[in-house]
């Protein structure tokens, strides 16, 4: 069946560079991503979404990348702060949203 | 808008005791979702509500139960805890089956 997955469980940061966090999907028929943020202790909240007719959108010190050649999806987080740290999932729709694994961002002093 | 309210946050369990969970929304949205946490693993669909008065199994809905009282609320129940229910329970929710989901702060439940 489709799944979505994550290349690293665990990627550690510098604290001010920039992260990168990525996720492959299997169903070349999904037309909807997002990118998920959960702190510890809390839920999923949502950061970003991109359909599959672009290959780049940014937010607020995020932008997310989209290549369906080779299905796979990347959120990148500039500057990254203390405040970044958490579990980052991606997800996929289909006609039903499927969630990643997640990977732990740590940033470090 | 409080958005995805969950109660309780915490809660302990005897094996074979019993114990509803409640979730409520307050954005009008059509669908909501249970899901369950575990430690290393991501989220796992138990049970969602595609629409008021409809309700269908996810990815692990056995050991529990589910009713959708209203738009508003979805409650998901344990009928005879077991230990392999510990985890953190999520309830979410979406405006359609295959809208963007907001989640809930979660309730932690541990079984003894």
């Known amino acids: 069946g489709e799944s979505v997955g994550l290349h690293l469980p665990t990627l550690s940061v510098q604290e001010g560079d920039n992260s990168i966090i990525n996720c492959a999907y299997s169903n070349s028929a999904s037309d909807y991503f997002i990118w998920y943020k959960q702190e510890s202790g809390k839920g999923p909240q949502f950061i970003i979404d991109i359909r599959s007719n672009m290959d780049k959108r940014q937010g607020q010190r995020v932008t997310v990348l989209l290549n369906k050649t080779v299905k796979h999806l990347s959120l990148q987080i500039a500057a990254t702060q203390p405040g970044d740290s958490a579990v980052y999932f991606c997800?996929?729709?289909?006609?039903?949203?499927?969630f990643g694994k997640g990977t732990r961002l740590h940033i470090l002093p | 808008n409080a958005g995805v309210t969950q109660t309780p946050k915490f809660q302990v369990l005897k094996t074979g005791q019993s114990m509803t969970l409640q979730c409520a929304q307050d954005?009008?949205?059509?669908?909501m979702y249970w899901y369950r946490q575990d430690p290393g693993m991501g989220l796992r669909l138990i049970y969602y509500s595609a629409s008021e008065g409809t309700t269908d199994k996810g990815e692990v809905p056995n050991g529990y139960n589910v009713s959708r009282l209203n738009k508003r609320e979805f409650s998901l129940r344990l009928e005879s805890a077991a230990p392999s229910q510990t985890s953190v329970y999520f309830c979410?929710?979406?405006?359609?089956?295959?809208?963007?989901?907001?989640f809930g702060p979660g309730t932690r439940l541990t079984v003894t």
């Open positions: 979410a929710s979406s405006e359609t089956p295959s809208a963007r989901q907001y």
């Open positions: 954005m009008n949205h059509n669908s």
């Open positions: 997800a996929e729709r289909d006609d039903k949203i499927i």
